[in-house]
C-alpha cells in the first residue's frame, strides 16, 4: 500500500514539473523567429485603372520596406551591394505583413503597409555579402552649424545661416540621428564670436548644456577662399571625435546646392553612428546559460528581452529540471560584450562550470 502511495505521489510530481515545462515551452516568446524589424506605414498610390493590381503595389511596398530597412542598418559603402536584391528573395525574409490603411480618393489607390523582417534571415544575408550590419538605435543630438567667414570676420548661427534653415526640411524615415537644432539665443552668438579666433580648441559646453543631451554635433563651416574647410566636433555616448574636411566651394545662397552639402553631410552623420553600432554577424559564440524558472513571468520576461536583443542569433530551451531553465544562446560578440549587454537590461551572471548563471 505504501509502494502504490508513493508510486502516485511521484507520478503526480511527474505530471506537475511535465506540465510546467510544456507551460514555459508553449507560452514562450523564446523563439528566433519572433525577432524582427519592423518597418511600419510604409506609403504607396497609384491610378486606379483598368489593370489595376493590387498584388503588385504591395510588392512595391515590400521592395520600399526592404530598402529603408537596409539605409538604417548598412553604411552607404555598402548599400549599392544590397540594391541587386530580387524581389522573391525580400519575400524570403518577410516574417509578416499588414496593410494598415488604404483607401480611394479622386481615381487613385493609397496604402500604408507595415512590414515585418527576419532578423535572422537578413543577418545571413548581410553575411554572405560580407556586410557588418549595425544596430538601428535612434539618437537624439544636438546639431549646431556655424558659417565662419574668414574674410569679413563674421559669424552665422542661426535665422541668417542657409544651413541651419534647412538642415530638418527634409527628414527621412529611415534616418537613425534626429537632430535638435538650438533656439536663436544673442548669448550663444557673442560667445561664439568672443571666440571666433579659436573656434577649434572651444569646446561650446555652454551651448550645449541648456539642451540636456550629452551627444552633439558642431559643424563649423571656414569660408573666405577657393574651399570651404569643415570641422565636425562630434561627442556620442562620450566619445569625441574631431573631422576636418576640404568641400568644393559653394553658394551659400543657393538652395539646391546647399541642400546638396547637407544630405551629404547627413549621410556621412549616418555612417559615423552606424560604425559605432557595428555588428560583426560573423562571430557567433555559443553560450549555455542557466535561469530559475520558479516564476514563469520573470521566465517569460527574460525571453522575450532576449528576442528582442539584435546581438543574439538565436537561443532555445536546451534543457530544463524542477528549477532551471538551461539556454543554449548564439551570441554575437565577445564574452564581456555579452555581459555588457545583459547588465544593461540588469542581468547579471557569473561563469560556473562553464554555464552562465543568472545571479
Known sequence: MKHIYQNIKLRKLYIFFLFSAVFN??????????????????ELSTPFKINFDKDKIIDEGFIQAFNQLI???????????????????????IDTFSIKEEKFVNEIYYIKLNVSFNKKIVFDLY????????????KDIVFIPIIVDQNKNQVKMFSD????????????????????????????????????????NFKF???????????????????????IRLL????????????????KNIDFNNI?????LIEILKISFEDYWKSQNEINTSVKLPLTI????????????????????????????????????????????????FIEVMKNINYEFELINKIWVMK
Open 127 to 138: 553575411e554572405n555579402e560580407n556586410i557588418f550590419p549595425s544596430l538601428p538605435v535612434k
Open 25 to 42: 515551452i508553449f507560452f514562450s516568446t523564446g523563439i528566433s523567429a519572433a525577432k524582427t524589424f519592423s518597418i511600419n506605414d510604409v
Open 161 to 200: 545661416n542657409t544651413i541651419y534653415n534647412l538642415w530638418n526640411s527634409n527628414v527621412k524615415n529611415y534616418d537613425l540621428l534626429n537632430y535638435i537644432l538650438p533656439t536663436e539665443d544673442l548669448e550663444d552668438i557673442n560667445l561664439v564670436k568672443k571666440n571666433i579666433e579659436n573656434l577649434e
Open 71 to 93: 539605409l538604417s542598418t548598412v553604411q552607404s559603402k555598402d548599400y549599392q551591394k544590397l540594391k541587386k536584391i530580387k524581389l522573391n528573395q525580400i519575400k524570403s525574409m
Open 205 to 227: 559646453l555652454e551651448v550645449v548644456k541648456k539642451y540636456n543631451l550629452k551627444n552633439y554635433i558642431i559643424s563649423i563651416f571656414f569660408i573666405g577662399s577657393d574651399q
Open 256 to 260: 539646391n546646392e546647399v541642400n546638396k
Open 290 to 337: 542557466s535561469v530559475k524558472n520558479s516564476n514563469n513571468i520573470k521566465i517569460n520576461e527574460f525571453e522575450k528581452k532576449l528576442s528582442n536583443l539584435d546581438l543574439i542569433y538565436n537561443f532555445y530551451i536546451y534543457k530544463f529540471d524542477n528549477k532551471n531553465n538551461i539556454y543554449k544562446i548564439i551570441f554575437n560578440g565577445t564574452p564581456n560584450k
Open 232 to 247: 565636425n566636433k562630434i561627442n556620442f555616448d562620450n566619445k569625441k571625435t574631431l573631422k576636418n574636411n576640404l568641400l
